[in-house]
């Protein structure tokens, strides 16, 4: 069956948590729609919004993954009065004559409701990194990094764009003060050191804004 799902990297992780729970749900009701999980996450062919076809191909119960050029928002505006995106709501929905189960995780997230919370009758899967795919050169890095420095956390702080002016985090609600404050935290309460990733277009965030309040 089909799936659409918000593009992000962090928006379809949240909703692979549910999403079998949620074709074994819909299956028994509908058997026609078949046992197969095939992804579409919205958005054009930009660097940004493709970036999460790689990691959502690697769970091992995804049979497919593509883009398509869509909205999940509803008609009219995008952004509601208290900033949050007016998204459409979870369920059934015809695009270009073909049948959709939009998950949108992000709209309870973004009003405070735990994962656990959205869509409460289906049982989240905590355990999904079971059937992640991770490469043996992949491994090896991670080995090489610890070899060096020990156990590490990983941060992924994000653009300076979506940390400022557009985006979840539209006018900074989670500051660099708040990266370095819980950075601190995990390595003095847990022994961790911390490493930061992210791809190109992520590197002028930690260039002007967060690595000068760690060096």
């Known amino acids: 069956m089909r799936f659409l799902l918000p593009t992000g990297i962090g928006d379809s992780v949240w909703a692979l948590h549910k999403i079998e729970a949620v074709r074994d749900g819909l299956f028994k009701k509908q058997p026609e729609i078949g046992r197969e999980i095939d992804v579409f996450l919205v ?6 919004d493709t970036r999460a076809l790689d990691f ?6 995804v049979n497919k993954v593509e883009m398509k050029s869509c909205s999940i928002h509803k008609a009219g505006y995008w952004i509601n009065d208290d900033g949050t995106y ?8 015809e695009f270009e004559g073909e049948r959709y189960c939009v998950l949108v995780p992000n709209m309870p997230l973004e009003h405070g409701i735990r994962l656990e919370d959205w869509l409460p009758h289906y049982p989240i899967r905590w355990d999904i ?3 992640f795919r991770i490469d043996q050169e992949e491994r090896d890095f991670a080995d090489s990094i610890h070899a060096k420095i ?14 400022t002016e557009n985006g979840h985090n539209r006018g900074a609600l989670w500051k660099p003060d708040d990266w370095r404050q819980l950075g601190s935290r995990i390595q003095s309460e847990h022994g961790l050191s911390i490493v930061v990733v992210g791809a190109p277009y992520d ?10 309040l760690v060096k």
């Open 86 to 93: 007016n998204y459409l709501d979870d369920g059934w929905y």
């Open 203 to 212: 590197a002028s965030y930690w260039q002007f804004l967060l690595g000068p």
């Open 150 to 163: 020990g156990d590490y956390a990983v941060f992924y702080p994000g653009p300076l764009g979506g940390n």
């Open 129 to 131: 990194w079971k059937d």
């Open 43 to 48: 958005g054009g062919n930009n660097q940004v």
């Open 56 to 61: 959502v191909r690697r769970f091992k119960f």
